[in-house]
């Protein structure tokens, strides 16, 4: 599976790393160039949780901003919680 939120559509991103060579101009040199340039990844912080997806308790992969923010909604730690709710719905 990919690493992407379900909930945001956060995912992999791609930048550059870049080395440095010189002394700043305001320190007294001539400026600072860039002496290489590597590619490099942005990875979100996935995690694989249970939520709750139309009153069904689905593991998702979610990012830890989803969590926190609470747009991923946890199922109860326990079974028995369901059947009763069903029962008085019934």
């Known amino acids: 599976m990919s690493r992407i939120c379900e909930f945001t559509g956060r995912k992999t991103g ?3 790393t870049y080395a440095y060579r010189g002394k ?5 040199g001539v400026g600072l160039k860039i002496t290489g340039k590597n590619k490099r ?5 996935i995690q694989t949780v249970t939520a709750l997806i ?3 308790a689905v593991r998702v992969k ?3 901003k989803a969590i926190k923010s609470g747009l991923v909604v946890k199922p109860l730690k326990r079974r028995y ?10």
């Open 14 to 16: 791609s930048g550059n």
């Open 62 to 64: 979610a990012s830890t």
């Open 81 to 90: 919680a369901y059947k009763a709710d069903e029962a008085q719905q019934a």
């Open 41 to 45: 990844k942005f990875k979100p912080n």
């Open 24 to 28: 700043a101009k305001y320190l007294g």
């Open 54 to 56: 139309d009153g069904a």
